[in-house]
């Protein structure tokens, strides 16, 4: 499985982004998506997952509110969308696929990983 995440990019604060996560080469409706971050020094955190179906969703608390995570089972895709971002939401945001269909945050549960698009949230 292949992972391309796109839309990334540099942002004032109060500013809003959408990232995507183009899936290749799985079966993508199979699998539970989630969305990770890493600023730099810091370790790789859990931000969103989503279920199968886009039934169920996770957010960790800092972003509730302001970001929204969504699939697209037709065009093999996943989205975060980032509104009110602040200058502490900067960091690489990576997604990954966990072969299971239900939404897991924790970062073992996943199996395969994109690249990573860099967030930078200017004050």
């Known amino acids: 499985v292949q992972l391309q995440a796109s839309g990334g990019g540099l942002v004032q604060a109060g500013g809003s982004l959408r990232l995507s996560c183009a899936a290749s080469?799985?079966?993508?409706?199979?699998?539970?998506m989630g969305w990770f971050r890493q600023a730099p020094g810091k370790a790789r955190e859990f931000v969103a997952a989503?279920?199968?179906?886009?039934?169920?969703?996770y957010y960790r608390d800092s972003v509730k509110g302001r970001f929204a995570i969504s699939r697209d089972n037709v065009k093999n895709t996943v989205y975060l969308q980032m509104n009110s971002l602040k200058p502490e939401d900067t960091a690489v945001y990576y997604c990954?696929?966990?072969?299971?269909?239900?939404?897991?945050?924790?970062?073992?549960?996943?199996?395969?990983w994109g690249q990573g698009t860099l967030v930078t949230v200017s004050s």
């Open positions: 990954a696929a966990r072969t299971a269909p239900l939404a897991a945050q924790a970062l073992d549960e996943y199996k395969y």
């Open positions: 080469g799985g079966t993508f409706v199979s699998y539970g």
């Open positions: 989503i279920s199968w179906s886009g039934g169920s969703t």
